[in-house]
Each structure stands twice: as C-alpha cells, then as structure tokens.
C-alpha cells in the first residue's frame, strides 16, 4: 500500500471517530431534553449557563433567553434555585454581574439565587456542581448547547435534566452548532482521556 492511500485510511479512520464522538456526546442524554416544562418536575436548582454580554452590560439575546426561560420555571413553582454559572469577568466580561440583578428586577427573590464566578467553560460550571454536592439538577441553555451540557453534568454524577431555551430565532445559530459540535469532541476528551487543570 503506498504511504497516500495510508494517509486517506488513516484521515478517513480519524473522521469516522470523531464523528462517533460527537455523537455520543450530542445524543447520549438527549432523552432528557424536555420540550414542555410543564412535564419537567421541580427541581431543587435549577442552572443558567452563562453567555455572552452587550456592549452596554445588558445580556445577549441567548443569556436573556436562557435567564427568562429560567424565570419561567421559577414563576411556576419548577425552579427553587437559580445557579448562575459563568465568567466573573477574569477572561471576557463579568456575565454573573449581569445576569443576577436582571433576575430580582423581575421578582426572583435574592436568596434563590446561588452564583459560581468560575464556570469560565460548561466543564467547568459542571465540575464545580458536583464539587458543591449538587445531585440533580435542571439546565437552562439553548438547544445547540444542551446535547454537551447535559453529557458533562451527568457523566459527572449529577441526575441532570435539560430544557431548551430558545425564545427566538439567531442570526449566529448555525456557527454556534458550528462550535458546539467542535466543543463536544474537547468535552469528551476532558471527561474520558485527560481532565483539565481549573481554570480551564
């Protein structure tokens, strides 16, 4: 066999492996996506997994989703705690800041609200979870990011439960899944080949 058709054997092994990955990691715990939060039972702590902020400190379209969906399940008696996870401003901008005073204005009582400044990746908003004693919990994220949130939390110990978030539609959606789909093949190798050193 001549070293090109090696090299396409060995490209074509590669590919096939990482999309096995990524399907493992995207589908393992898809069963616990709930469409209808009115079938999803309430649930000590409910977690809002960070995202980006606007220029002016207001959060994006997605973070105002996910906060708003979490609102929602606390309106309706689903949600005890609202765990919000994300950057505390050491890498991008500090979103834990942003997201807390936008859920009192809307009536969250300050004392159902738990924070973690550390969760700079899902792995890490994960891990810290676990490290805290969490044991069951419910996501709050958009549907792109919930197949790899949903497998970190869980194949750490957590009885996790997903709900998607997505109030509208987003102009980036498709690199998102684009990143999200590259993100599951990090998240595996993470939790199955070499865990990170935090931060991570």
Known sequence: MDFKRQLIIIGAAGIFAAVLVIADV??????????????LSASDMTMVLGASVKSDGTPSDALADRLQTALDL???G????????GDDGAYHADEVAVMRPYL?????AAGDIKEDGHGYRTYESCKNAAAA???KL?????????GRALYLCNRMGIDTYGIAA?????????YF??????ASLKAWWDLNIWPPQPPV
């Open 138 to 146: 419910t996501i709050v994220t958009q549907r792109f990011h919930l």
């Open 177 to 182: 899944w684009i990143r999200d789909l590259a």
């Open 74 to 76: 606390y309106r309706q």
């Open 104 to 108: 009192i204005s809307l009536g969250v």
């Open 26 to 39: 995207q589908f393992r715990y898809a069963d616990r996506i709930i469409g209808d939060p009115n079938r």
């Open 166 to 174: 997505d109030k509208r539609s987003y102009r980036d959606i498709v």
């Open 78 to 85: 689903k949600a005890k705690t609202i765990l919000l996870t």
């Open 133 to 135: 004693g969490v044991k």
